[in-house]
């Protein structure tokens, strides 16, 4: 999405929507250590840092921290040693 003055509703919606997935994952039965637990805590900061970016009215910092998001969210898990 194409973040601007003009659709920051829509993409607040967005973002809610994505803390309330990345909230059911936290609060999973999986260990606090876990690979889906620690992926999506780092998730939940970059998400933090694109809602504040959107409050300033930093439309393209937010698009960039949205982007950051995407990616620690696709990381894969490394592997863990002797296994």
Known sequence: ???HRGNSG???SIVQNIVERLHEVLQSDEG???FPVRRAQQTMFAI??????????DYNGAAEAARDAGKEWKQQPTPELGK
């Not at 504040?52 to 009215?57: C, K, N, T």
């Open 10 to 12: 829509l993409a607040e």
């Open 1 to 3: 999405m194409h973040l």
């Open 48 to 57: 933090d840092e694109v809602r504040i970016l959107m409050a300033e009215q």
């Open 32 to 34: 606090a250590e876990s």
